[in-house]
């Protein structure tokens, strides 16, 4: 979803102060932001700033980062994946169902999961690509289709050690201990397995989309398709591509939840396509880029979490959450396009 409207900066040296401070301001609005929300935070609850809390912070936070990369894959070639949310989701229930019921191993469970969230991408492409059904309608069906096939297994109830199948049975596997290791653990007792993932997935992606002719091609594809195609590009490729990481990423984001909470609840995917977005748009908005880049929407995962935490943490009602959220993803969309188209 780049925009080929974005005004294109004028020469460093020709602008005055005003406006060169002004772009300072802008560009690092989200991270002035940021610190001025950990200040006010700490002096308001001093707890706020220790080791521990900030590591839950980015614990918190981990998959919707992660997922949200993958909605920002897909916006880069000019679409926007709304099933990411429901396959972590149905990620989920499929790990638990491998272990308790069909009582496999880390070692085929993480397998099997991650080929699910590529099919499911893969299922995303063929409808978009082949079929031409504008991409948020072939993935708001899909989340759809996921969101009631995820229930079907199970007959709606979530899944844990000692689950009475419908047969009358009980089912009698359990979680592997390693696999639980992915989302309980951290390295050095610091940092949270799921962190370092998240870390993992960011520089990959970054450096994919940021550094690597792949990469350029995903944006030139959603630029301006047409012009890419006439350029020699496979844009149908690119798109298969995009979705297939976004999916892929997803069924990440579900392995992670999985072994965090240790069962498969239905209910475990019904925020994360939504602040998966958040954090994706407002990664538009890191460094004035005014374009889908994993870098920021690993900063506005952070944020939100920050905020959130904070918020929390000052006994403020969890009910003025996504207000809150939605304010913060208003105003900072506003500040970027529309204080840029100002000055433009």
Known sequence: MTSDSDAVPAPAASLHPVHRLGDLVRNGAIFILLAALM???TLAQPAFIGINNLMSILQAVAVVAILGAGVTISMAVGGFDLSVGATAASSVMAASYAMIVWRLGVFETVPLVLAFGAAVGLI??????????PDMLATLAMMFLLTGLQLIPTAGRSISAGLILEDGSTALGKYDPLFLTIGR?????VIPVPVLLTLIVAVVLYVLTEHTRAGRLLFATGGNELAARLAGVSTARMKVLSYVISGTLASI???VVAARVGRGDVSSGSSLMMDAVAASLIGFTVLGLRRPNVFGTVVGAVFVGVL?????????????????????????????YGLGRTRS
């Open 39 to 41: 200040v006010g935070f």
């Open 185 to 189: 653990t951290s390295i050095g007792g």
């Open 124 to 133: 995303n492409a063929f409808l978009i690509v082949r079929l031409r059904i």
């Open 253 to 255: 984001g579900g392995i």
């Open 308 to 336: 959130l935490n904070g918020l929390t943490m000052l006994n403020a009602p969890y009910y003025t959450q996504d207000f809150v959220k939605g304010a913060v993803l208003v105003g900072a969309l506003a500040m970027t």
